[in-house]
Structure formats: C-alpha cells, structure tokens
C-alpha cells in the first residue's frame, strides 16, 4: 500500500502556522460497527464513509474523562501476522483483539476502505446518497438521503430499513461492511431491499460519483450570516474564514454546528483560527506526551459569534466549539455535544490493513477532556435553538 495518506496522526509539537496532518477520527467510530459497542450506531455512506458514529438522538454511555481504553498495537499487529502465516484474515484477527480490549474507537480497514475513507475526506465519494444507522438489534435503517442522489431519486427516505444489498442481507453486519457494499464504481446497478411500514420493496439504483459541500452561508435581514458547517473536509477550513471575511461590517455570526461529525483536525484549527488571532485550540496527549494545537494569527476577535451545538457536534466540531467557548470568543447554545475527544494513530498491518487504535485524548484550553462529556452549551436550547441564538446576538448588539 502507497504510504498511508496525511489524515494520519503524525505526532509532532505544533507550534503558530505549523500544518497538522492528522485527523480526529470522529467519524472513525467504527467500533460502533464492529459490535463492540453496544448502543445505536450511525455511519455514513457521504463523507464519513466506510466509518460509524453514534446517533446524536440516542447517545451511548458517555465514559469519565480520561476513561478511554486503548488496544496494545504489538498485540494487534502479532495477532494480523499469526493469521496471514495461517491463511486466514489478517483484519478480522486483529479486529477481534481491538474488540476485546474494550477500544471503542479503535478498527481495523482494508485497503479499499482506507482508500474511502481518504477520499471522504476530500469531500467526493461514490455510492447512492444515504446514511445508514445500526439499531441496537443490529437492523440497519436509513438515517437520512441526499437530496438529488440516486438514493432521493428512487424515493427511499429516512426511517426505511435497509434489508440487502445485491441480495446479501444487512442485519447485523457492522455498518463499515454495509458500507462497502453500497459503495462501488460509478454507473454500476446496485439493487437495494427496503422495508417500509410492514411492507418490503425492491429499488434498483446506480451509484454515482457525488461531491459534498460542508460549509454553507445564508445572509440574514439583521445582519447576522450564518455559517453552516456539516463537516471538516479538506478545504472546509479556509471557507469558514472566507465567509467571515465576507460578513458584513458589525454583524454577528452563528456558527452552525449541530450535526457535524468532525473531519480533520487541520481544518478545525483553521476555522476556529477566522474567530481568533493565534493562542491555544486545544492540547492533546500521545501515549503521556502532551502537545498543543495553536491558531493561526489574524483572525476576527471582535464580531459577536454564536456556535449552535447538539448531540450529533462530534470530534473536531467539539474541539472548535470548546476552544472558542473556553477562549471567551463564543456563546455556545443548544445542547450538550457528543463526547468523542480521543486520538486514533494507524499501524498498517501484515496483509496490508490499517488498525487504527487509541492512544491519547484531547482537552479544550481550559483543560477540559473533549471525551464522554462533550461540550456543556452556555445557554440550552433545543427546538427554536436558532432562535435562541439569534436572539443572544441581538443582545449583543447585532441587528436594528
């Protein structure tokens, strides 16, 4: 395999302008799916890809700070290699250590999921444009559809339960593995068994090539610009500063959040660095080394901000979202996050897998673990959450 790409953890210290190449891998939950964690998965078939995440309406036991087991990498890669000596599969021996250790974010990809997951990450993929959660009793269920995708197109819709896949069936398989077979080239047929209201269909779809675009901005009457942000893929980052700089002069933003399952940490410290002008984002330890991620200089430390949160703000969204709460920049509203604040590095394997395993955690400037307790919100708000943030920036200033 051709070097494993730059959304790897390269430990390093960072210092002002230093490039991070590293990802917090929310949406690398895949223990979720490998059934080593017990409560309601999600995983994405767009641009968290062949990766799981916890559901934001139905959250898991949130661990104590600093709780987060890790699985012994020798262990994992002796364990990869006794299999290929024997002609069985390297991932699935290494993936039942991982399980045992109890790592609940750590997994074990292919080569081909890796693969996607890079590409994720780049914000394109192809496949058919829905997102999939793994229920409890392992049935697996359209959490939403892409609008305009081959999925939206041949009506399927949130809450239908994905039966097969080609004809092989789903329940029960980790949601990487439904993944991978939803995945595929573009313009190939895939056909799709859906149950719907006591009722199984069949729906024939191509996959396509599609593109996502994480970062959105709505102007509104008030002068306030709202900065939606779905995901932190590459390029995301500098968006977030464009739209700042494209604000009007004196309004306020609101940095929509709420559902975003993290991405890369460079760009989280990018779009954190359009609100502040340079100082700490957020220290993260390596196996008991303590780094520290730091802004860059120049940004906007003046303009009333709001960030909107929920249960479904993971990883680096948290990350973004405690560094501007915890440097003063920010009112947080809506509820409090998901609580996935650890670091995963990979070890390619014997057979050309990729175990990505936990070893350290990260915390917000004022020393707060981003892990099992997520993100507090200074004002709660949940339906109307915009609202509420729009009225906090009216007493801030911003509008008539």
Known sequence: MPGLPDLCLRPRDLRRGAVLTMVFLVCVATAAGTGCWHTAEAGDEAPAGAVAAARADDPPHRDPPGAAATADREAVARAAADAVAEGKSGKKAAQEVVSRSGDRWGTVYDQGEYASFAEDLDGHWTGVGLWANRLRDGRIEVDRVQPDSPAARAGLRAGDRLLSVDGQAVTGLAVADVVALLRGRAGTRVVLGIGRGGVDLTETVHREQMRSEPVTVRRLPDGITVIK????????????????????????????????????????????????????????????????????????????????????????????????????????????????????????????????????????????????????????AGDGAEERARAVLGGLGVGP
């Open 229 to 380: 942000v779905t995901s932190f893929t590459r390029g995301s980052g500098e968006r977030v500063r464009d739209a700042v700089r494209g604000a009007p002069p004196g309004g306020g933003v609101l940095l929509d959040l709420r559902g975003n399952r993290g991405g890369l940490v460079t760009e989280a410290v990018t779009a954190a660095s359009a609100f502040l002008d340079g100082g700490l984002v957020a220290t993260y330890d390596v196996r008991g080394s303590e780094r520290a991620l730091y802004a860059g200089p120049g940004g906007d430390t003046t303009r009333p901000l709001v960030a909107l949160v929920d249960g479904g703000t993971m990883s680096a969204a948290e990350l973004v979202a405690g560094a501007l709460q915890d440097r003063g920049r920010a009112v947080a509203v809506g509820t409090r996050t998901f609580g996935k604040g650890t670091v995963q590095m990979p070890t390619e394997l014997p057979d050309g897998s990729v175990a990505e395993l936990t070893v350290g955690t990260y915390r917000t400037p004022a020393g707060r673990s981003l892990d099992g307790g997520g993100i507090t919100p200074d004002l709660a």
